[in-house]
C-alpha cells in the first residue's frame, strides 16, 4: 500500500521532493538505478488522459527526464530540467540507500498549471511495478513572470 503524502508546490519555482525507501522493519531498500527505473506523473484527476508534469529516472540510469505542461496521453509538452535520482540522498551530493530524489527545475514548474491535481511515484524492475507515494498535488499560481 503506497504511503499518501499532498505536496503544495509554486508555479515558476523548483520542486524538490525526496523520499527514503524502507521496509516494514525501517530498514533501507536499496534501489540501484542499474536494476530499478521510477516516474512520477501529475494529472488533473486519476482517469485523465493529460500529464501535466512527467518526472522520470529512465530506464535503468540513463539521464533523467521531464516534461511539463499539458500533454494528451502522455505525448507532447515541453522539455525541461528534471527528472528522479535514485540511492542518492536528499541534496543530490552523494550515495544514500534507498534515497529517491525527485526534482523539477523552475522553468518545468512554469508549466503547470495552478490547482489542485493528483500525483503518484512508482518504481520499476524486471517488469514489476510498485506505487510508493500518492497523493494531492497543489500548485500554487504565479503571479510574477
Do not use: W
Request: with cysteine; aromatic share 8%.
Amino acid at each position: 500500500m503506497p504511503a499518501r503524502n499532498d505536496i503544495v508546490a509554486y508555479q515558476g519555482n523548483s520542486f524538490i521532493l525526496h523520499v527514503h525507501y524502507q521496509d516494514d522493519s525501517g530498514n533501507s531498500i536499496s534501489v540501484p538505478s542499474g536494476t530499478y527505473s521510477a516516474s512520477m506523473q501529475v494529472r488533473r484527476s486519476t482517469d485523465a488522459s493529460s500529464i501535466l508534469l512527467n518526472l522520470t529516472s529512465h530506464p535503468y540510469g540513463a539521464t533523467q527526464g521531464c516534461t511539463a505542461g499539458i500533454t494528451g496521453g502522455g505525448a507532447g509538452g515541453t522539455s525541461c530540467t528534471g527528472g528522479i535520482v535514485l540511492n542518492t540522498s536528499e541534496g543530490n551530493t552523494g550515495d544514500f540507500t534507498g534515497g529517491i530524489y525527485v526534482f523539477a527545475g523552475a522553468t518545468a514548474m512554469s508549466y503547470v498549471p495552478k490547482g489542485r491535481h493528483l500525483y503518484d511515484l512508482e518504481i520499476a524492475a524486471t517488469g514489476e511495478t510498485t506505487r510508493l507515494i500518492e497523493g494531492r498535488f497543489e500548485c500554487i499560481g504565479e503571479v510574477t513572470r
